[in-house]
T-cell receptor, first 114, second 110 residues
Framework: DTEVTQTPKHLVMGMTNKKSLKCEQH?????MYWYKQKAKKPPELMFV???????INESVPSRFSPECPNSSLLNLHLHALQPEDSALYLC?????????????FGPGTRLTVT | QQQVKQSPQSLIVQKGGISIINCAYE??????FPWYQQFPGKGPALLIA?????SEKKEGRFTISFNKSAKQFSLHIMDSQPGDSATYFC?????????FGKGTMLLVSP
């Protein structure tokens, strides 16, 4: 089973709202990723967590706040977003215990900022 | 600086034909090269991957060819089907993060 789940599937929020995206995997993977994908573009890396610790932040604005409460769960807290932040937000996981390289993506959350 | 160059940007192939997508990389530290398939509104799905110690890998109708000296790799889809119509991304990894190509939109006509 290589399933990564993400909720919600769709989210519409105003620029003053606070919302959260959730990602979950039960494969025992200890690396989890957040990506942002605009239409007709490749995924752009935002954050990487390894063993529940933030290891990479790709200079993402502070209005995006990641959290990894445990080894199965990854959240992305959103606050004061801009319309240009509208995109597909993807979560991925990787099994780093044996140095595997494969990243498995979830279905994404389609975010619209109004 | 784009480290993985992918071509063509779009491709139309007739049903039963061969689809070929090419990628070139610059960073010799890359040691893992996956291909992802993405349908509209869905997340990318890992299709097939190769390491540079192998020149070719085949899984069903999908084949990766790898040329280490030229720093190029390609995806071949044999007997292309309308259900293969999707966007394909090549990628390269060397330090646990993926560098993606810009993607190829494949349309397989019936």
């Amino acid at each position: 089973d290589t399933e990564v789940t993400q909720t919600p599937k769709h989210l519409v929020m105003g620029m003053t709202n606070k919302k959260s995206l959730k990602c979950e995997q039960h494969m025992g993977h200890r690396a989890m990723y957040w990506y942002k994908q605009k239409a007709k573009k490749p995924p752009e890396l935002m954050f990487v967590y390894s063993y529940e610790k933030l290891s990479i932040n790709e200079s993402v604005p502070s209005r995006f706040s990641p959290e990894c409460p445990n080894s199965s769960l990854l959240n992305l807290h959103l606050h004061a977003l801009q319309p240009e932040d509208s995109a597909l937000y993807l979560c991925a996981s990787r099994d780093i215990r044996d140095s595997a390289e494969e990243q498995y993506f979830g279905p994404g959350t389609r975010l619209t900022v109004t | 600086q784009q480290q993985v160059k992918q071509s063509p940007q779009s491709l139309i192939v007739q049903k039963g034909g061969i689809s070929i997508i090419n990628c070139a990389y610059e960073n010799t530290a890359f040691d893992y090269f996956p291909w992802y398939q993405q349908f509209p509104g869905k997340g990318p799905a890992l299709l097939i991957a190769i390491r540079p110690d192998v020149s070719e890998k085949k899984e069903g109708r999908f084949t990766i060819s790898f040329n280490k000296s030229a720093k190029q790799f390609s995806l071949h889809i044999m007997d292309s089907q309308p259900g293969d119509s999707a966007t394909y991304f090549c990628a390269a990894s060397g330090y646990s993060t993926l560098t993606f190509g810009k993607g190829t939109m494949l349309l397989v006509s019936p």
